[in-house]
């Protein structure tokens, strides 16, 4: 976990930081998707998604588009579930983690995938292209791809940060892992069937989602061990005072 011990005093200051930088991101995260949602409400139009469409019409080749394809094939529903089914075996029976960890896989997946849905309902804007080829259905705001590859990724990211690996090995694959959620997304850019905001809204989305599902992890998981730490406590206490 992120932060052990069972007490507020335990806290180490790298924790404290990690606390401090978790609020600022959600907080920026939830700003800056109110205020891209506010505009879309208001069918505002930004100069940002023209300035990308622009950038890709002049970056076009045909080997880009083969690379996109495949790309944005990894954010895809099908991808994710598969995925999710397989990282959920793999924490449940592979590894040493508490099971509380895949119960909150599953729910920060099940959790974004209906609150997308529901906010595409709400928000209803259009694709700038349908391309079933590459899931470009239905309504564009926010990018499910980008969502669900947040927080995919994201959580293995958090799975990367808590394992016993190195590290210089933990930093490396987690940078990359990011780097890769910030490609998803702009595969979906490139092949015309999102908007450059769409992605941020789903970017930010997803991120704050993330973060409230680790958080709710690491307090359960924490409260856990201070009941624990209690129960060992009062059964020491019980066994000292039978052998008075």
């Keep these: 976990m992120l932060f052990s011990g069972t007490k507020i005093s335990d806290i180490s200051k790298a924790s404290i930081f ?13 700003y800056l998707f109110y205020q891209l949602a506010e505009d879309v409400l ?12 622009n950038v890709v019409k002049y970056i076009q080749a045909p080997w880009l588009q083969n690379v996109a394809g495949w790309v944005t094939e990894t954010g895809s529903v099908m991808w994710l579930s598969v995925g999710s089914v397989l ?3 793999l924490l449940f029976f592979f590894t040493k983690y508490s099971n509380w960890v895949p119960v909150y896989f599953i729910i920060n997946m099940a959790g974004i995938s209906a609150l997308t849905k529901v906010m595409k309902l709400i928000f209803e804007r259009k694709r700038p292209e349908v391309l079933a080829q590459y899931d470009g259905t239905g309504f564009s705001f926010p990018s499910g791809h980008s969502t669900g590859s947040m927080v995919f990724y994201g959580f293995i990211i958090y799975l990367i940060a808590i394992s016993p690996l190195n590290k210089k090995t933990r930093y490396t694959i987690n940078v990359l892992l990011g780097l890769y959620i910030l490609l998803v997304g702009c595969s979906r850019v490139y092949l015309g069937v999102h ?5 941020l809204a789903g970017f ?3 991120l704050a989602w993330l973060a409230i599902c680790i958080a709710s992890l690491e307090i359960t998981m924490w409260n856990q061990r201070r009941t624990s730490a209690h129960k060992e406590m009062e059964n020491t206490t019980l066994m000292d005072r039978r052998s008075e």
């Excluded at 990690?18 to 939830?30: K, M, N, Q, S, Y």
């Excluded at 908007?195 to 992605?199: F, K």
Aim: proline fraction near 0%; aromatic fraction near 14%.
């Design 18 to 30: 990690i606390i401090l930088g978790g609020f600022i991101a959600v907080g920026g995260a939830f």
């Design 42 to 53: 208001e069918h505002e139009k930004f100069a940002v998604d023209q300035a990308a469409v």
């Design 87 to 89: 990282l959920i075996l």
């Design 195 to 199: 908007y450059l905001t769409d992605i």
């Design 204 to 206: 930010s989305f997803g």
